[in-house]
């Protein structure tokens, strides 16, 4: 399958199968799947009265851990990169930088917050203290201020803490089905 092959008609359900089949492997050392942290994270940002787009970019934000799903091409672009920017280099031929940007930042938000707030670093949970270490530990100054040049990057905020918090094993969400209206809303067009 080439890149060429995905498109605006067949991407949501592209991504639904990924769900489906590799979703339920479990979510690096957490007690939740994989596709159950993701809706969990969509479910919060609704809660929230997030705009549709950043409950997109939740619902899709730990998508890069997949880009060997998607077709070769795509994977060029995802290639050697973090799982933060592969999602969103796959995604950004179809949605809107609101979306794609929160995704990219996300892990660098994590970085973000350690520097900003004591209270945030405290709450981690032993897995994401883990991979903070591995993705370069608290932000210092300057990486601070220029993260704070992103247009999206308090959306980006928003979307760190229900990632933080959208780990928990047993809670009912809806599907990924019954956000592919909002998906297609969201699509580039
Ligand atoms: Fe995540």
Redesign the pocket.
């Known amino acids: 399958m080439a890149f060429e092959s995905l498109n605006r008609d067949n991407i949501i359900d592209f991504l639904g199968d990924i769900f489906d089949r590799r979703g339920g492997e479990s979510y690096m050392g957490e007690d939740v799947s994989m596709s159950e ?1 993701m809706l969990q ?1 969509a479910a919060l940002a609704e809660k929230a009265d997030a705009p549709e787009s950043l409950v997109a970019a939740s619902l899709l ?2 998508i890069g851990h997949y880009t060997s799903e998607f077709p070769e091409e795509s994977l060029e672009m995802g290639r050697d990169n973090y799982h933060e920017t592969a999602g969103s280099a796959v995604l950004e031929a179809f949605f809107p930088t609101s979306v794609t940007e929160p995704i990219e930042l996300h892990v660098a938000a994590k970085r973000y917050l350690c520097a900003v707030n004591q209270d945030y670093f405290d709450r981690l949970s032993p897995a994401s203290v883990n991979s903070l270490n591995v993705q370069g530990g608290p932000m210092d100054e300057t990486e601070v201020a220029a993260f704070r040049e992103h247009e999206f990057y308090r959306d980006a905020l928003r979307l760190r803490v229900w ?1 933080d918090e959208g780990k928990v094993a047993g809670v009912e969400t809806r599907t990924f089905d019954d956000y592919r209206p909002l998906l297609r809303r969201m699509l580039k067009p």
């Open positions: 942290h994270s934000h730990d990632d």
